[in-house]
C-alpha cells in the first residue's frame, strides 16, 4: 500500500504532480528513464494540508491574509511574518514524521546529508520562479533537521513575493499547496543548469551548459559568472565556449550541517570546470531527457567530486520561457524563400 | 584594440588617397574609364567601394584587366539584363594604385523592382526547374569552347608565303592571320566569362537561401554542418588529387616509389623514372591524366601568372610525394566517400528532424536544391577559372612570344606588361612592318614601357589599400555583394572600426577551432613555397588550387570572402579554422609575428609585434 503522505522518488511518475508537485513527478519520470539521479523522497500536498490541520493553523493562516492588496508591501510582509512564526512553533504531524524518519534511514547510515527542496503544484510549478517557490537547502543531516526543513520549505509558500504573486492571480481566498522534494546529496565538483537548446538564440540543436565549481547553489544563484559552453547535438562538438573568472563556491560547511560560501583558489578561478569527457556525457544525458518529455527541458546537475565520471541530475523543468528570433524565416516553399534572397519575393518580403 | 565607433566619412574619400612615392603615372596602365576621374567625382564619391581582394589581391598588370572587364561585363548581363535581379544591376569597378574598387548599382524604383520581379521569376525559375538539363548542355558547351582554344594557332611571320598562299584556295595571308588569331583569342575569352556566370549568380543564391534558412532556424548551427549537409561527393575539383593518390597506389604496386625523394625536383624525379620499363610505364600513365586534370591552377586564376599544375609541376610532385610517404608508414589516404555519405544524410536527417514539420519541408526542398546546383558552384571553377584560363594566358604568351621575336619586347612574358589595345596594336605595326618591309617604331616603343610598368608594379605592391574608400554606408542591400564576396553591413562596420588601426581583426567564422602560431602572409601565389609547416596561412583569399599547404598549414585568414566563396568551403573539408573577411589581414599582419585564429569567433589577434 503505497502512502498518501510520503513516497520514494522511484514511485512516482508525472500523474503525481498534483499530489507530489512538478519536481517530485519529474525526478520520479527521469528514474524511469534510467538517468542517474541521486536517490530520495517526497513529500505529498497531503502531509503539508495534515501540518496545517493538526496544527490548527488554517483560520490564522486565512485571516492573517484577509484584507490584503498587491501593492501594500508592508502589510504583505507583516502577514509573511505572522504566518510564519505560527507555523514554525507548531510541530511536524507524527505520521508524517514517522515516515520521513523512514524513507531517511533508507537512504543509509551514520546520517547521510540530504537536500530538501519546494517542489511546486498545479500552475505555480511553471512560473515557480516568480511564484518564490525555489526554496533549497543543502547538506541537511539526522531526520529531525530534515523535519526542519521540509517545515521551513513549507513556510516559503507565504514569503512575501509568493503572498504577492497568488494576490496578483487573484488566488486570495484558496489556501496554497505544495509538495517537497527530499533526495541525496551529491558533494558536486563542478554543478550547474542545462537547457536542451539555446535560450538566448533559440537554436533547437544546442544544448547550452552553464557550469562552476562546487554545489549547484552558486551558478542557480547567480552568484558566479559560470563557464559557458555550447554544444551541437548533432556532432557533439562544442560549438563556442567562455571560461569565467568562477571567485566563489559552495562547499558542505565543516560543522557538517549546510553548505558554506567559500572564495575559490586563485589557480583553479580560471580553469575550464569541464573537459570534452564531461561535456559528452551531459549532452548524451540532455538528450535522453529531452526525448523522453518531448519538450525542451532546463536541467540542474552535478559532477561528484569522488568520482568525476560520476554525473547526477537533480531536477529537470519544461523550458517556458525561450528567446525566439523574431526573424526566424517563415516555413514557405523553397522557390519563394530563394526568389526573397534575390528580392524577388512577394511585395512584403522586400 | 580599435573601439572608435562607425562614423561617416570613416573611409578616405577615393579623390583624396596619395599616390606611393615613385608610382606616378599608375594611371596609364588602366583604362580612362576604370579611373575615378574628376568628370564623375560628384557621383563617385558619394558611393561605397570596397577593394575586391578576394579576385585583385595585389596590383593589375595592364593586360590582366581584361580579367576584371569581361567578368563585370558577362556578370552585369546575366545578372541585370537576363535575369532582372530586382534591387541589383551589374558592379561598376574602379582602380586605385592597381587595386581594384567595386560597387554595386542598386535598383531604388519600387515600380521598376516589381517589373524585374516578373522576369526574375520567370527566368530564374526556368533555371531551377530545368537545372540538370541546362547545366549539361553548359559543360558541353564548355568542353568545346576549350577544345576550340587548343586549336586556335598563332602563326608566325614567314619570310616568304607558302605555295598554299600563292596557288591554294585557302589565301590567307599572315597578317590576316595573326589579328585574326588575336581577335579571336579575346573573342574566346569573352565566351568563357559569358559562360562562366550563367549559372553562378542562381547557384549561389539556391545555396545562400538554404545557408540563411538554416541560421535563421538553428542559429548556432556551424557553418561547416551546413556545407557538409550540401556538399558533393563525388565533386570534380577533388578529382586531381585523387588522381594523385591512385598513381601514389601505382607507384608502390611496381616499385618506383623510392624514385620520389623529398626535396627532389619532378624533373630529377622523372629522370630516374625514365632508367626502368616500370617507371617509363608510371610516366605513361601520368601522361594520361595529365589532360584534363593537370589543368589545376596554382592560384585562383586571375592573374596571368597563375598557371597550372601542367606549367609547375612541383605541386602535383609535391603532392604524390607525401602520398607516396603516408602510404608507406601505413596511411590511409583515400577520402572516405561511404564516411562523408553517411555524415551528410546524418546531419541532415538529425537537422531536419530538430524542426517542426512544416520548417522541415522548406529545410528538405532548399536541401534538395543546393545538392541540385552545388556541382555547378563547384566545378564552373576547374572548367572556366583553371582549365580555360591557364590555356588562355598561354595563348597569349605566344603572341608575346612572337612580339619578342621581332624585338616588340624584351621578353615574351612583357606582353602581360601592355593593355589588350596596346598588343593589339603592337600587332598591327608588326605585321604592317612585315608586309611593307620598312623599319618598325615598336622595338624602340614597347620594352621602354614594359619596363616602366614592371618597376610601377612592384612598387604599388608594397601600398595597403583600405578595404574601403567613399561613403560608409547605412547599411549593405545589394545581395550580390552580401553573397559572393560576404560584404554585410557588419563587415563594413568592422572595417570603420579598423580604419584607426587595432590589434584584433574581426571576420566571418568560417571553419571552427582556434589556433595560435606564426603567420606567413602570401599575397601571391608565387609565394606560396615560402609557407611552412604549423604557419598560419594568411591571404587575400585562399584558393582550393593550393592544395598542398592546406595540408601543411594550421590556419587560414583572409582579407574578402563569405561562407559562399569556395576558399571557405574548401578550409572546412582540411578542417583547419579560418577567418574570412577580415578586411585587411594582410595589410595588418606581417610574416612572422605570433597570431591566434578563433574560428570558431571570428577573430584573429596579433599576439606579437615581433617580425621575423
Redesign the interface.
Known amino acids: 500500500m503505497t502512502s498518501q503522505l510520503v513516497r520514494p522518488l522511484d514511485q512516482l511518475s508525472l500523474g503525481d504532480e498534483p499530489g507530489f508537485g512538478g519536481k517530485s513527478a519529474n525526478l520520479g519520470e527521469l528514474l524511469a528513464a534510467e538517468v542517474p539521479v541521486p536517490p530520495g523522497f517526497a513529500l505529498s500536498t497531503a502531509a503539508f494540508e495534515a501540518f496545517v490541520h493538526e496544527a490548527g493553523l488554517s483560520d490564522r493562516i486565512s485571516r492573517a491574509l484577509s484584507g490584503l492588496s498587491v501593492g501594500n508591501l508592508d502589510a504583505i510582509g507583516r502577514a509573511s511574518q505572522t504566518i510564519g512564526e505560527a507555523m514554525r512553533r507548531a510541530p511536524v504531524p507524527g505520521s508524517v514524521r514517522t515516515e520521513v524518519a523512514e524513507q531517511y534511514a533508507a537512504l543509509g547510515a551514520d546520517d547521510p546529508p540530504v537536500a530538501v527542496r519546494s517542489s511546486a503544484v498545479g500552475e505555480d510549478s511553471q512560473d515557480a520562479t516568480f511564484a518564490g517557490q525555489q526554496e533549497t537547502y543543502l547538506w541537511v543531516r539526522g531526520a529531525e533537521h530534515v523535519c526542519e526543513a521540509v517545515r521551513d520549505c513549507w513556510v516559503s509558500l507565504f514569503s512575501p513575493p509568493a503572498i504577492s504573486y497568488r494576490l496578483r492571480l487573484g488566488e486570495r481566498a484558496h489556501t496554497p499547496a505544495m509538495g517537497v522534494t527530499v533526495q541525496s546529496m551529491v558533494d558536486a565538483e563542478v554543478s550547474g543548469v542545462m537547457f536542451t537548446c539555446?535560450p538566448v538564440?533559440?537554436?533547437?540543436?544546442?544544448v547550452a551548459i552553464n557550469a562552476s565549481w562546487g554545489l549547484g547553489l552558486a551558478v542557480v544563484g547567480g552568484e558566479v559568472t559560470p563557464d559557458d559552453y555550447?554544444v551541437?547535438?548533432?556532432?557533439r562538438?562544442l560549438?563556442?565556449e567562455h571560461v569565467h573568472t568562477k571567485d566563489v563556491q559552495y562547499v558542505p560547511d565543516p560543522s557538517g550541517h549546510g553548505a558554506a560560501r567559500v572564495a575559490v583558489a586563485p589557480e583553479r578561478q580560471d580553469v575550464r570546470c569541464l573537459d570534452a569527457p564531461a561535456l559528452e556525457r551531459l549532452v548524451g544525458v540532455a538528450r535522453k531527457i529531452e526525448r523522453y518529455f518531448g519538450c525542451h527541458q532546463d536541467i540542474e546537475w552535478a559532477v561528484a567530486r569522488d568520482d568525476p565520471e560520476g554525473l547526477f541530475v537533480v531536477q529537470t523543468r519544461p523550458v517556458t520561457a525561450l528567446a525566439k528570433?523574431t526573424?526566424?524565416?517563415k516555413?514557405?516553399?523553397?522557390?519563394s524563400?530563394?526568389?526573397?534572397?534575390?528580392?524577388?519575393g512577394k511585395?512584403s518580403d522586400? | 584594440m580599435a573601439t572608435t565607433a562607425p562614423k561617416a566619412g570613416a573611409f578616405p574619400s577615393p579623390y583624396e588617397i596619395e599616390t606611393p612615392p615613385g608610382c606616378e603615372g599608375w594611371e596609364e596602365m588602366y583604362p580612362y574609364y576604370a579611373l575615378f576621374d574628376e568628370r564623375r567625382r560628384e557621383i563617385d564619391e558619394n558611393r561605397f567601394w570596397f577593394w575586391n581582394s578576394m579576385h585583385f589581391p595585389v596590383p593589375m598588370p595592364a593586360f590582366d584587366v581584361i580579367c576584371i572587364d569581361s567578368p563585370y561585363q558577362a556578370v552585369g548581363s546575366w545578372q541585370n539584363r537576363v535575369f532582372a535581379v530586382p534591387p541589383a544591376m551589374g558592379i561598376d569597378y574602379r582602380c586605385v594604385n592597381g587595386y581594384i574598387y567595386i560597387s554595386g548599382n542598386p535598383v531604388t524604383d519600387p515600380a521598376k523592382i516589381a517589373e524585374r520581379a516578373e522576369f526574375f521569376q520567370k527566368r530564374a525559375g526556368y533555371y531551377f526547374q530545368n537545372w540538370a538539363e541546362l547545366y549539361g548542355k553548359w559543360r558541353v558547351k564548355m568542353e568545346a569552347l576549350i577544345r576550340e582554344l587548343g586549336e586556335l594557332e598563332v602563326p608566325d611571320l614567314p619570310e616568304y608565303e607558302s605555295d598554299e598562299v600563292a596557288f591554294g584556295d585557302e589565301r590567307n595571308t599572315a597578317f590576316y592571320e595573326v589579328l585574326n588569331a588575336y581577335g579571336r583569342a579575346l573573342r574566346l575569352s569573352d565566351l568563357m566569362w559569358q559562360h562562366h556566370f550563367e549559372f553562378l549568380l542562381l547557384g549561389y543564391g539556391a545555396y545562400g537561401t538554404f545557408v540563411e534558412f538554416c541560421k535563421g532556424h538553428l542559429p548556432d548551427i556551424p557553418d561547416q554542418h551546413i556545407a557538409q549537409m550540401v556538399a558533393g561527393i563525388d565533386v570534380l575539383l577533388f578529382r586531381p588529387d585523387a588522381e594523385l593518390r591512385r598513381l601514389a597506389r601505382l607507384a608502390i604496386e611496381t616499385g618506383v616509389d623510392s624514385a620520389f625523394v623529398q626535396g627532389r625536383t619532378p624533373s630529377e624525379i622523372d629522370a630516374e623514372l625514365m632508367q626502368s620499363d616500370a617507371g617509363r610505364a608510371w610516366l605513361e600513365e601520368l601522361e594520361k591524366v595529365k589532360d584534363p586534370w593537370f589543368n589545376m591552377a596554382t592560384g585562383d586564376g586571375l592573374y596571368h601568372y597563375y598557371g597550372s599544375w601542367l606549367d609547375d609541376p612541383s605541386i602535383p610532385y609535391a603532392s604524390l610525394i607525401g602520398h607516396i610517404s603516408a602510404l608507406q608508414s601505413g596511411e590511409q589516404i583515400d577520402r572516405p566517400t561511404e564516411e562523408i555519405v553517411r555524415e551528410r544524410d546524418r546531419l541532415a536527417e538529425e537537422y531536419g528532424g530538430l524542426l517542426d514539420e512544416a520548417t522541415r519541408g522548406s529545410f528538405n526542398d532548399l536541401l534538395n536544391l543546393s545538392r541540385t546546383v552545388f556541382p555547378y558552384v563547384e566545378e564552373h571553377k576547374f572548367f572556366c577559372d583553371y582549365w580555360f584560363l591557364t590555356r588562355w594566358w598561354n595563348k597569349i604568351r605566344e603572341f608575346g612570344a612572337l612580339l619578342a621575336r621581332n624585338d616588340f619586347l624584351q621578353d615574351g612574358e612583357d606582353v602581360f606588361h601592355l593593355s589588350r589595345y596596346e598588343v593589339a596594336s603592337a600587332l598591327d605595326e608588326l605585321v604592317l612592318s612585315w608586309a611593307t618591309g620598312g623599319v618598325p617604331l615598336g622595338p624602340k616603343h614597347w620594352p621602354p614601357i614594359a619596363a616602366r610598368r614592371k618597376e610601377l608594379l612592384r612598387k604599388l605592391n608594397d601600398w595597403t589599400p583600405p578595404p574601403a574608400i567613399g561613403v560608409t554606408p547605412q547599411a549593405v542591400t545589394d545581395p550580390m555583394t552580401i553573397m559572393l564576396w560576404g560584404v554585410t553591413t557588419e563587415r563594413v562596420q568592422e572595417w570603420a572600426r579598423q580604419v584607426e588601426g587595432g590589434t584584433v581583426l574581426n571576420g566571418a567564422a568560417a571553419s571552427p577551432g582556434v589556433v595560435e602560431g606564426t603567420a606567413r602572409v602570401v599575397k601571391s601565389a608565387g609565394q606560396i613555397g615560402e609557407v611552412r609547416d604549423g604557419e598560419i596561412l594568411v591571404c587575400g583569399s585562399t584558393s582550393p588550387a593550393w592544395a598542398p599547404i592546406f595540408s601543411k598549414i594550421k590556419a587560414t585568414v583572409t582579407d574578402v570572402g563569405g561562407v559562399m566563396s569556395h576558399a571557405a568551403i574548401v578550409a572546412r573539408e582540411y578542417g583547419l579554422p579560418a577567418v574570412v573577411g577580415t578586411g585587411r589581414a594582410t595589410g595588418t599582419i606581417r610574416t612572422g609575428q605570433t597570431i591566434r585564429v578563433d574560428g570558431s569567433e571570428g577573430t584573429v589577434t596579433v599576439l606579437t609585434v615581433s617580425e621575423a
Open positions: 539555446n538564440s533559440g537554436d533547437p540543436s544546442m555550447l551541437s547535438k548533432v556532432t562538438e560549438v563556442r528570433k526573424e526566424t524565416p516555413a514557405e516553399s523553397a522557390m524563400l530563394i526568389m526573397s534572397t534575390f528580392g524577388a511585395p522586400n
